[in-house]
């Protein structure tokens, strides 16, 4: 709809530009406008969502957490539109990730809004499985429950070329040194 109205807006305001008929061309601009706010809100609800997920129902043998599953789908989703989206997300996010190397690294990624949103919502989840992961009394299932989480995402980037193109290699590398340690660890 977006992308449509987007086109559509130069011959609409072609089309109406009497005095009498500018309240068409407002509304399809005040649409757009519209459509790009619930964007942008929809960017945060899901990094909320992502990074506050709280249900304690872990895999016993430390297996691929549900919200893993589903944050990935829904990334995978996004990174199909990342043409229009790369328009309707412009400011980078402002929130917090509570993690000064976190912060540092999305700054230094230097992407485009989206991109950083994009990340932002993948350190979310990964902040949120690190947590989840203390819930296992045994150490060797709280590593384990890291390293079948962090390999599930690297390997939908992996063989996404799209999505690993928007999430950036240097995440990808992130996450592999953290499935190390996490292997080093259970070890």
Known sequence: LYKALLGMLPKIKNMFHSVSC?????GVSNTISSLETLVRKLFCRLNDAVLNESSNSLSPEGGVHHMTEYTMQFITKISLYKEVLTKM????????LGNEA??????ASGGTPLQLHMIWIMISLRINLECKSTFYKDSSLRYLFIMNNFKYIIKILTDDPELLDVI????????????????????
């Open 168 to 187: 950036g290699r240097e995440y990808q590398s992130e996450l592999s040194r953290d499935v190390l340690q996490a292997a080093q660890d259970y070890v």
């Open 102 to 107: 976190d912060a540092k690294n999305l700054e």
């Open 22 to 26: 500018t309240d068409i061309s407002d």
């Open 89 to 96: 997300i412009v400011s980078r996010p402002t929130e917090s």
